[in-house]
């Protein structure tokens, strides 16, 4: 190698180093699952001539999914196609892999945070020479530490914003996680014509459940309630808790043709939960709700207060018909 094509290569990696740089800092200021993969995904192949990015992610009880997809709104889901969640990801090292079609090369990169393996990064790039064995990787593999050690951040971020907006004893959003999912759908539907529903329902007699059970029965049949509502429900639908014993479920795309046969499988998954008092013994639990569609248009608001004020009107008119009963609120 010449002189002059040491100077090249020098400065090449200076300016590679640079733009390193400046990558992990637009990576430390994520916070957001959204804006980390996206600068991940996107970013990345974008700043450093690739043509794709994946993640590979351990994720063995699940819970990394659920928190993402809690945390990103259903357009924003889509980012998750190009990650890949296992129960056990293969340790590897830093090294050249065969790449899927259409790509011709493709890097690999642990990532690892305090000896804990999080999984892998892969970089693809149609180019065959991009990606070779014997290749330098150290610039790579200390991005990827960046990488590990901003997933980490980011995750215990998303977890503080969550407990922030979750009720404790259920799990359920709280009313202002609600109110913001409720917004965030809202404008998503004046955007691009989407409807959804929203559910509004109430345990029945449930006053009667604490006074003849205890509050610790009260307690758990309301923690089944949440679970039985999860069970039933998609994971990018919402369940709030609004107050006592007052639920809400936001259901994102959920078109009015379906929704009958919706509130139909929770009146039914209610009927059927189990809820034990602190002698054993079984307590039925039915509920009475209201449900109502909602198509968002430009230029109209309507507030989440306004939605709950018409569903419980209805809600009323469900308990005077004599409970377990579940009415629709379209005029
Ligand atoms: N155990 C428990 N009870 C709660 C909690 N929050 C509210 N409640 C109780 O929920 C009950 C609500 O009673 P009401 O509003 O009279 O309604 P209800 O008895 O279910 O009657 P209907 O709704 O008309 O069928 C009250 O007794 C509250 O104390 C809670 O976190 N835990």
Known sequence: MDLQELLDNAR????????????????????????FLTLLLDGLPAQFDLDAATLKVC?????????MLQSLDLEQGVLLNQLEFQSRVPIIDAAPIAPPPP?????????????VYLGQLRLYSTNPAR???GMATDFMQHLAAVIAA????????????????TD????????????????????RGQRQYHVFAMILLDLDHFKRVNDVHGHGTGDRALKALCRTLKSVMRPTDHIGRLGGEEFAVLLPGCQPDQLHAVVNRVQQAIRRMTVYNDL???????????????????????????????????LYQAKRNGRDCFVSAEQ
């Not at 990558?23 to 959204?34: A, D, H, K, P």
Request: proline content about 6%.
């Open 280 to 314: 054993q013994q079984p307590v039925p639990m039915t509920a009475s709700g209201s449900f109502v569609s909602l198509t968002p248009r430009p230029h109209q608001n309507l507030e989440l207060a306004q939605v709950i004020d018409h569903l419980d009107s209805y």
């Open 12 to 35: 090449r990696n200076e300016a590679l180093l640079r733009r390193l740089q400046a990558f992990e800092l637009q990576l430390l200021s994520c916070q957001t699952w959204f804006d």
């Open 103 to 115: 790509w011709q090369s493709g890097l690999a990169l642990p990532l690892l945070r305090n000896d």
């Open 150 to 165: 901003c997933l980490m951040m980011v995750k215990q971020s998303e977890e503080q914003a969550r407990l922030a907006l």
């Open 131 to 133: 990606f070779q064995g």
């Open 168 to 187: 404790p004893l259920t799990g359920a959003e709280n009313r202002r996680g609600f109110e913001r999912a409720y917004q965030r759908e809202w404008a």
């Open 59 to 67: 994720d063995p009880d699940g819970e990394l999914k659920a928190a």
